[in-house]
Every structure is written in C-alpha cells, then in structure tokens.
T-cell receptor, first 111, second 121 residues
Framework: QSVLTQPPSVSGAPGQRVTISCTGS?????????VHWYQHLPGTAPKLLIY???YRPSGVPDRFSGSKSGTSVSLAITGLQAEDEADYYC???????????FGGGTKLTVL | QLQLHESGPGLVRPSETLSLTCTVS??????????WGWIRQPPGKGLEWIGS?????????KPSLKSRVTISLDTSKNQFSLKLISLTAADTAVYYC???????????FGWGQGTLVTVSS
C-alpha cells in the first residue's frame, strides 16, 4: 500500500495526450510538499521528469508537464511516442514518516 | 558529471546481513549539501525509500525498516554504505543508491544503475 496513489495503468495512441494522477494526504501533498515525477524503463535507473510539481530539468522535452490542484497532482504527456512506454512514479516528502514516499507507479502503454 | 555505482553481493542467505556500497564520482559526499540515500524496488513492485544520510552523518530511515538498517559514510573513499540485517525473501529487490535534495521535498537527481539482490538459501 503506497502512501501516494496512482492509477496502475494508462494508455494512449501515438500523438495523443495522456495524464497520470497522484493523490496524497494532509501529511504530504496536502501539507504543501512538492511532487516529483520519474520515468522508469526496465533495467535502467529512474529519470527525473518533473520536480516541485511543475518544473522540468534541462533536457526533458516540453511534451512532459506537471500540474497541481489541492492534494492531487498530475503528469501530462502530449504527442505520445513509442519511447514514452515506461513506468511513471510520483514522489514527495511525508511529515508523518519524516521521509521520502512514492506512488505505486503507473504503467504507460503506447498503443 | 555525477556518477553513482552500487557494489555488493547479488545473493544473500535468509537471516544474514546485506552490505552494499555506493561509490560516488563527480561530487564530494562530505562537501555536498544534499542527502545520499538508498531506494529499492522488489520484483514487480514499486519504488521504496530505505533511508538517507546527510553529509555531516545524520541519518533518516523509513520507520518500518529502521530497526534493521544502518547507512554510513566513508568520506576518505567518497562512498556511502547500506547495511540491512535479518534478511528475508521480502528484501529481494533491485537496490539503488541515490543523491537527493535536502529541501524541495527531497527530489532525486542522481541515481546509480541499481544492483539486484536476491535473498535465497
């Protein structure tokens, strides 16, 4: 049972837009802590896509964007490409655990 | 360029102790104002934070693992290490060492490639 909740899977056709939600509680997202998103391909290290809800590290395509509303945040991917097929994780800080928490991960399938 | 590399045994017996080392290049762990941590991923499951250490040696551990985990620094070798005792099959996972922010909700901006640890007799 993950502290942050994500849908197990999403899918979309090439060129389409998909969103992945991440819901927390008053001890993490609701307390104002930022949410970060990682892309994880099998056999590789996770890659930081979005940090602090909406910021993109240099080198990450602007097809990836983040947003926040209340205790829910979302990752949007536009112009889907086959290479986007991966697992996506949200992460934040939780005051109850005094540490890092992750969502359960969302598997993106590009149809 | 920051690089992290995990090393350690790939197979450990139940009830024994796992020791992993992360060698850092491209940054000094003693001068960094960030945390150095360990994150794992059991087969077919999601990412799980284990614990982190600050450059001055203070540590933070996931509460459910705290009684079994020790993270330490070796500044002379620019390495940090994980020790996990009393292993069970549930500890089978890919273990990643990582560098993360001490602020900004602890986002991770440096990862090792990961090392698979299997707990089995």
């Amino acid at each position: 049972q993950s502290v942050l909740t994500q849908p197990p899977s999403v899918s979309g056709a090439p060129g389409q837009r998909v969103t992945i939600s991440c819901t927390g509680s008053s001890s993490n997202i609701g307390a104002g802590y930022g949410v970060h998103w990682y892309q994880h391909l099998p056999g590789t290290a996770p890659k930081l896509l979005i940090y602090s809800n909406t910021y993109r590290p240099s080198g990450v395509p602007d097809r990836f964007s983040g947003s926040k509303s209340g205790t829910s945040v979302s990752l949007a991917i536009t112009g889907l490409q086959a290479e986007d097929e991966a697992d996506y994780y949200c992460q934040s800080f939780d005051t109850s655990l005094s540490g890092m928490v992750f969502g359960g991960g969302t598997k993106l399938t590009v149809l | 360029q920051l690089q992290l590399h995990e090393s350690g045994p790939g197979l450990v017996r139940p009830s024994e102790t796992l020791s992993l080392t992360c060698t850092v290049s491209g940054a000094s762990i003693s001068n960094s104002d960030d945390y150095w941590g360990w994150i794992r991923q059991p087969p077919g499951k999601g990412l799980e934070w284990i614990g982190s250490i600050y450059h001055e040696g203070s540590t933070k551990y996931k509460p459910s693992l705290k009684s079994r985990v020790t993270i330490s620094l070796d500044t002379s070798k620019n390495q940090f290490s994980l020790k996990l005792i009393s292993l069970t099959a549930a500890d089978t996972a890919v273990y990643y060492c990582a560098r993360h922010m001490a602020t900004h909700s602890w986002y991770v901006f440096g990862w090792g490639q990961g090392t698979l640890v299997t707990v089995s007799s």
